[in-house]
């Protein structure tokens, strides 16, 4: 009964709060808690996921096409959801309507698992210094691999959402360790994968970073999925694993 409460106070699919309060179901949550200002031209795939005009997810450009988000970002009509590019101000982007959605068909909105949906915007995105695909994965990311997370969500827990672009580095945790952190609270499956400093806490993706990019070198490894609260010491942040999806989204999109 606990974990099912945690949970829902952040997924979107939840229909509790308003679109900012969303990140991560943390248990999902928004903003980068501890991070730094980061430019728009070094994470070029970056998305803001906007709601009736109002960011409240994040998600990554693949191709000129395509984005790639949480399938808990997801949950209404095409037609009340935009992406923004370009801009390290999540308002002041180029604006994409969304001619589609697809949700990954085994979501499990209880589990958290098969976390991922597709965008497939109405129109081809022109790239530019500050609008580039991110690469995808052909294999999981290795723990202990020094990663960035990015977005535009909450700098601490419950906190309000961040104006401009943030970056936090953090490290992936081995899958063990992060199991048996969440052991009390959900399993952690073969689509997740874990990342944060489980021995301080204080760097963590937050509310409103949900659907947004786990990087490394240039590769999409995790999409922000969820989490118990924000940056606490020995709970990492929780990621959907995306080269357990590789072989989907390339079904999916010809990607």
């Known amino acids: 009964m606990f974990q099912l409460a945690v949970i829902c106070a952040l997924l979107v699919t939840c229909g509790l709060g308003s679109p900012a309060s969303w ?5 999902l949550d928004g903003r980068i808690v501890g991070g730094v200002d980061a430019k728009i031209e070094d994470h070029p795939y970056q998305l803001s996921f906007q709601q ?3 960011h409240f997810c994040g998600a990554a450009m693949i191709s ?18 935009r992406v923004s ?3 390290s101000n ?7 309507a969304i001619a589609s959605m697809i949700r990954h068909p085994k979501f499990d909105s209880y589990a958290i698992d098969f976390d991922l949906a597709l965008l497939e915007l109405d129109s081809d995105v022109e790239f530019h210094e500050t609008v580039q695909p991110v690469s995808l994965p052909d294999s999981e990311v290795e723990a202990g691999t020094i990663v960035n997370v990015t977005g535009w969500g909450a700098l601490r827990q419950g906190g309000s959402a961040a104006r401009s672009l943030q970056r936090v580095s953090v490290q992936i945790v081995p899958r063990d360790l992060c199991a048996k952190a969440y052991k009390e609270f959900n399993v952690i499956t ?5 990342a944060g400093d489980m021995a301080e806490g204080g760097k963590d993706s937050c509310q409103g970073d949900s659907g947004g990019p786990l990087v490394a070198d240039g590769i999409l490894y995790g999409i922000v999925s969820w989490g118990y609260g924000c940056a606490k010491p020995g709970f990492p942040g929780v990621y959907t694993n995306v080269a357990d999806f590789r072989e989907w989204i390339r079904g999916e999109t010809g990607i």
Do not use: D, F, V
Request: hydrophobic share 25%; net charge positive; charged share 15%.
């Open 23 to 27: 990140r991560k179901p943390r248990l």
């Open 52 to 54: 009736y005009g109002q």
């Open 64 to 81: 000129s096409k395509w984005a790639i988000t949480a399938a808990h970002c997801i949950g209404s009509s095409t037609k009340y959801y």
């Open 85 to 87: 590019a370009g801009s």
């Open 90 to 96: 999540k308002s002041n982007g180029t604006q994409y």
């Open 190 to 194: 073969q689509r997740m994968i874990c």
